[in-house]
């Protein structure tokens, strides 16, 4: 057990599938605020390895390893329990609720009433769409739901930060300012932040340790700094 420090580590992971490893010892640290990337082809392994770390892998994988949170390991903890938060390619914001109604689903169970509202309105102010309570979802441009989902995932009040390629279907120029926006509010909050992905322009712009996957799931490494230089961009989405 380490020292409750606010990284986040894996140790000596390995998923296979029908016996053949997809990722071969893979072991990692990522520091609270800092942005640690896992690269890899499609179909490497790289959903499976975070929904592994949330808890909720699909039993047709066999995993092996350890994650280690804040101190603790948590290799067992029921998902709930983790303080594990995810962001997706599709941000999958519920359409029949409002934007306020959607960012409320994140806040956890046993906060009253006047402070959901109150959470609600602080981290509309933050994506700087104040006063979009009462929006329906389906009105919201592409930058707008990316901030939204990720404030929806940050009420949660996670103590890390997993990023399943969230960034992937958005188009060029508005994918570099979604991405900042992303990673800033993590660095802020001091998250341990882990993004897979199969672009390189993300690992850069992450600025942190990367890791490729190889074709047999080994695993190479990267220190942080040793990719393209890092193009960044001010302003808003
Ligand atoms: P990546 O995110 O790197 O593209 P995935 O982790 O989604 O890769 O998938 C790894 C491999 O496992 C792929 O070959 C995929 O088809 C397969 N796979 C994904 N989910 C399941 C599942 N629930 N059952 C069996 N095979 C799966
Ligand atoms: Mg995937």
């Keep these: 057990?380490?020292?409750s420090d606010?990284?986040?580590r894996l140790r000596g992971v390995t998923v296979s599938l029908d016996g053949q490893p997809l990722i071969a010892g893979l072991s990692l640290d990522v520091a609270p605020g800092e942005v640690a990337t896992v690269m890899g082809p499609s179909g490497s392994g790289k959903s499976t390895l975070l929904s592994w770390i949330c808890g909720s892998v699909d039993p047709a994988f066999a995993i092996e390893g350890r994650i280690e949170l804040d101190g603790h390991d948590i290799t067992g903890t029921v998902p709930e329990a983790r303080r594990v938060g995810i962001l997706f390619q599709d941000d999958l914001l519920f359409p029949h609720?409002?934007?306020g109604e959607n960012l409320a689903f994140g806040i956890p169970r046993g906060v009253g009433r006047e402070e959901r509202r109150k959470r609600v309105a602080d981290a509309l102010a933050e994506a700087e769409l104040p006063g979009f309570e009462d929006r329906d979802p389906a009105t919201l441009s592409g930058g707008q739901r990316a901030r939204i989902a990720l404030m929806?995932?940050?009420l949660a009040e996670?103590?890390?930060?997993?990023?399943?390629e969230p960034f992937s279907k958005l188009d060029a120029a508005l994918r570099d300012r979604v991405r900042r926006f992303v990673f800033d509010h993590a660095t802020e909050r001091g998250l341990p932040t882990l993004l897979v992905t199969h672009d390189p322009d993300d690992a850069a712009?992450?600025?942190?340790?990367?890791?490729?996957i190889g074709e047999g799931g080994e695993v190479e490494a990267r220190a942080?700094?040793?990719?393209?230089?890092?193009?960044?961009?001010?302003?808003?989405?």
Aim: aromatic content about 0%; charged content about 20%.
């Design 205 to 212: 712009a992450a600025d942190g340790p990367v890791l490729e």
């Design 224 to 237: 942080a700094g040793e990719g393209p230089p890092v193009v960044r961009k001010a302003g808003t989405i």
């Design 1 to 3: 057990m380490g020292t």
């Design 158 to 164: 996670p103590k890390a930060l997993l990023l399943d």
């Design 152 to 154: 929806r995932t940050l």
């Design 97 to 99: 609720l409002s934007v």
């Design 6 to 8: 606010g990284a986040l």
